[in-house]
């Protein structure tokens, strides 16, 4: 591999050079913040030599560099040049706003006019909107990368602007002299950008540009595991036409998973497909599994099955997402693990919904496997937050592994059957499964519990059949001890007891408001709402009424209701 290195200016390095982005690289994704604090670092270093890094690229022709690493520098240099330009047009400096350009887009051997910069991700918004010093004339559709363009260029044309208008509104000199001062503080900015120094290394081929864009970046310093993973397939899969598969199946993977309203991280969903089809890693650790294990020969079957996994593994947490109204028994499970912030299952849940897409699993099998999923965590998880020895994990991977293995039915429901043997094997103790569910409580002061709360009077109020009145959605908690009698934290641990709520619909919230118990008695039965005998019996809501309550619902819970 040969190697060489030069110092550079940003001015030499755009100069007499066409960069391509080429097809393994991410799209511009520097945030706001990350634009601002180089406009930062900036001001911070004006007329002064600053270095901003190493810039990786490798040779195409004689004067085109494809870019392995510094994409996002380039870029944003390029777009704050974009922006000088802009500001020196409005100054009534065509001649600088010119000389700016020349490095934004230059002719080529046959006169042509090519720009500096050529990127097909966000084509055609860079080059119309941002790089064209003239009026758009191509029509282009504002999508996620050119977002990220546009918010970048406003900030800078915003920071520009108010520096500007500093100058053009000193009201101690003509406005000619002002104009003169504002004119010469922009050529002082852009002077300071195109003295930024970088170390230019360049390669000879684009072999030598994926081992070097690998070894970069594997350490995380720049990209994400799914950078990586698109990287390793981009090497793999050459694109035979116009179409880049690669670049495609792999966007779609991105869209599917970062157009979710759940915050999913799509690194997370590469680590939980691998563990459900093959072995448990670590997320550190499956880069290098799947660089053993994908080649040549298998990298399009391999890529195919991340695209359909990311769908499947999407709806695992966003449960509004392809689960039918007929299915809703299985997104409120998934739903309740949400409530109970565990993530352990997914590789096995990934390879049950996968299974069952695939029509090797039916409906009724699927349910009730995530439900004693559901039932184990609620106790494990939500109720005792017990620690796992480290198996819980690997115990959902096998089990994943299992149930993409199988080929029949009868396989899965074996794995299955298999699974809930060793989720009951762990059910916690039921001495520290009613410690655990004393300390669920909701109160104003003591809210962090409120969704695990309405999900277990929702569950309970099923159970007892209690006649919900209206959508169950809009139901509300209400203590029957009001928050008001509370008059300290001890209070508040009772009143916020599961013994000490109930959930109602928001007219009978309402009409329930402060009043004593026996008053709030009446009016619940009025709306059609059944108390438990405890509380029917009781003449007055004391502290150790409630404990008893809490503990016969703590015992309907882990002998019925949340029974594997």
Not at 74 to 79: D, E, F, N, R, S
Not at 113 to 130: D, G, R
Request: glycine share 4%; hydrophobic share 35%; charged share 30%.
């Amino acid at each position: 591999m040969k190697i060489e290195s030069q110092d550079k200016r940003v001015d030499e390095l755009l100069k007499g050079n066409i960069f391509l982005i080429p097809r393994f690289q991410r799209e511009y994704s520097w945030e706001p913040d990350h634009v601002s604090e180089f406009w930062d670092d900036i001001m911070d270093n004006m007329t002064e030599p600053y270095f901003i890094g190493a810039m990786v690229v490798y040779k195409i022709e004689r004067s085109t560099l494809a870019v392995v690493d510094g994409q996002q520098r380039l870029t944003t240099i390029t777009i704050l040049l974009c922006a000088m330009r802009e500001a020196f047009k409005k100054l009534g400096r065509p001649e600088l706003a010119d000389g700016l350009q020349a490095y934004i887009e230059q002719k080529d051997r046959e006169n042509k006019t090519v720009y500096v910069l050529k990127t097909e991700s966000s084509f055609p918004f860079l080059q119309e909107e941002i790089l064209k010093s003239d009026d758009a004339e191509v029509p282009f559709e504002i999508g996620r990368e050119e977002e990220a363009i546009k918010k970048a260029y406003n900030i800078f044309k915003e920071r520009i602007g108010q520096n500007l208008a500093e100058y053009l509104s000193n009201k101690e000199q003509t406005a000619e002299d002002n104009s003169k001062d504002a004119a010469d503080w922009l050529s002082m900015l852009r002077d300071t950008v195109f003295d930024l120094n970088l170390i230019l290394v360049t390669l000879d081929n684009e072999d030598d540009a994926y081992l070097i864009f690998e070894t970069l970046n594997t350490r995380g310093k720049d990209l994400a595991l799914a950078d990586l993973l698109r990287n390793h397939f981009a090497k793999l899969i050459k694109a035979a036409s116009e179409v880049d598969q690669v670049k495609q199946k792999w966007g779609k993977v991105h869209d599917t998973i970062k157009s979710s309203p759940v915050q999913l991280d799509p690194d997370t969903f590469i680590v939980h497909s691998w563990q459900s089809r093959y072995d448990f890693a670590t997320k550190a650790k499956v880069f290098h599994k799947v660089k053993d294990t994908v080649n040549k020969k298998n990298a399009k079957s391999h890529l195919n099955r991340f695209v359909s996994d990311a769908e499947q593994w999407r709806s695992i947490f966003d449960t509004d997402y392809l689960w039918s109204k007929s299915e809703k028994e299985a997104s409120r499970s998934l739903a309740a693990l949400r409530t109970f912030k565990v993530v352990q299952p997914a590789p096995g849940i990934l390879s049950l919904v996968r299974a069952y897409r695939d029509k090797q699993i039916k409906y009724r099998a699927l349910r009730n496997a995530l439900s004693n999923i559901e039932k184990f965590h609620f106790s494990f998880n939500a109720i005792t937050s017990s620690r796992s020895s480290g198996g819980i994990s690997g115990m959902y991977s096998s089990f994943g592994r299992s149930i993409f293995e199988t080929t029949d039915s009868s396989g899965a429901a074996q794995a299955i059957a298999e699974l809930v043997g060793k989720l009951r094997d762990r059910e916690v103790p039921d001495i520290e499964f009613d410690a655990g569910f004393q300390q669920v409580i909701y109160t104003s002061k003591h809210s962090s519990q409120k969704a695990l709360v309405q999900y277990i009077l929702k569950k309970v109020a099923i159970h007892e059949g209690q006649p919900f009145r209206g959508d169950t959605e809009d139901l509300t908690i209400e203590h029957l001890l009001p928050q008001s009698s509370s008059k300290n934290d001890e209070d508040h641990e009772t009143i916020g007891q599961i013994g000490n709520l109930v959930l109602v619909d928001s007219k009978t919230n309402e009409k329930l408001s402060t009043n004593d118990f026996k008053e709030k008695k009446l009016i619940l039965k009025e709306h059609g709402y059944k108390l438990p005998e405890i509380l029917e019996n009781a003449e007055a809501l004391t502290p150790e009424v409630i404990l008893a309550n809490t503990k016969r619902i703590s015992e309907l819970a882990r002998t019925i209701i949340w029974k594997i």
